[in-house]
């Protein structure tokens, strides 16, 4: 089973940028999706990007879009997602999941298991 664990959290003020890493260990397919899903307290768990491992492709949740990049390291089984011109609106745990055997890009959390335990950004004004 993969197993992905999210790392770069962290303080930064608005403006500013964060790039975090999701490493999954386990055997990973071509046919996987790997998600960044975001959830403040008392909010919902909201889809925020995703990429697919074989090709690359990608998608993105309005509200990241032009600011956010998400992109992967096969050789390395990473996903990243680099954020710049954080928003205060942007401070969230962020997750990273894996979605299995998908012919598109899911962007709702039931599709997705194998979740890492979140990483805390905080955007300061």
């Known amino acids: 089973q993969v197993q992905p664990v999210e790392s770069g959290g962290g303080l930064v003020q608005a403006g500013g940028s964060l790039r975090l890493s999701c490493a999954a260990s386990g055997r990973t397919f071509s046919t996987y999706a790997m998600g960044w899903f975001r959830q403040a307290p008392g909010k919902e768990r909201d889809f925020v990007a995703a990429?697919?491992?074989?090709?690359?492709?990608?998608a993105y949740a309005d509200s990241v879009k032009g600011r956010f990049t998400v992109s992967r390291d096969i050789a390395k089984n990473t996903v990243y997602l680099q954020m710049n011109s954080l928003k205060p609106e942007d401070t969230a745990v962020y997750y990273c999941?894996?979605?299995?055997?998908?012919?598109?890009?899911?962007?709702?959390?039931?599709?997705?298991?194998?979740w890492g335990q979140g990483t805390q950004v905080t955007v300061s004004s």
């Open positions: 999941a894996v979605a299995r055997g998908y012919g598109y890009l899911p962007r709702s959390s039931l599709n997705y298991d194998s």
């Open positions: 990429i697919s491992w074989s090709a690359g492709s990608t």
